[in-house]
């Protein structure tokens, strides 16, 4: 086990956002979340990732699980100056004794990945909101993590690379645990072995079509 939540709740400005969440999440698991805007999912994500405190519940994650975090591209100061370069370097940050060579040669694999070495020296202020996408991703998996949290992965992402990103996701997916959040489902939940609906309260669905509550188990 990786994740442990216990009657998680979160209450902010008198408003229920998770009531009573409980779910454990184990090594090799592919969760897929999906839910209504505003049924908390983003929020349960950064309650697991340490970012914020439940109003009640605990949380347990393992010990020096090493977590790589896509983020909401509209939680991200698109005009901070900082490169795409090290933008995905930054992701290396917790990695202690690593050579110069080798951090190079990791920042040159994730450009690849995500389709930007061609935009290593470019500022993010100058990407589209795409290309953003994509540095953020190449951060998240440079580090090769443990646990990998993608949230709204296919947001500005064209069709072109869009395939592309389910090909790395199901490659990273071999050896990585995946809690991934998305409204577009089709593609995604072929992949996750779990999928899990958030409307304040959390609904695990075992059917194979789990977009309607009813539908599920």
Known sequence: MLISLCEVSMVRDRRIILSDVNFKVHRGDFVAITGPNGGGKTTLLRIILGLLHPTAGSVWVEPKLSIGYLPQKNM??????????EVVESGLLAERGLSREMRRKRVEDAL???????FGHRPIGELSGGQLQRALLGRAIISEPKLLVLDEPLSYIDKRFESRLYGLIADIARHTTILLVSHEMSTISTMANRHLIIDHALHECSAEHHYIKTDCD
């Open 112 to 118: 690849s990945k995500v389709e930007m070495a061609d």
């Open 76 to 85: 991200i100061d698109s005009h901070f100056p900082i490169s795409v370069r």
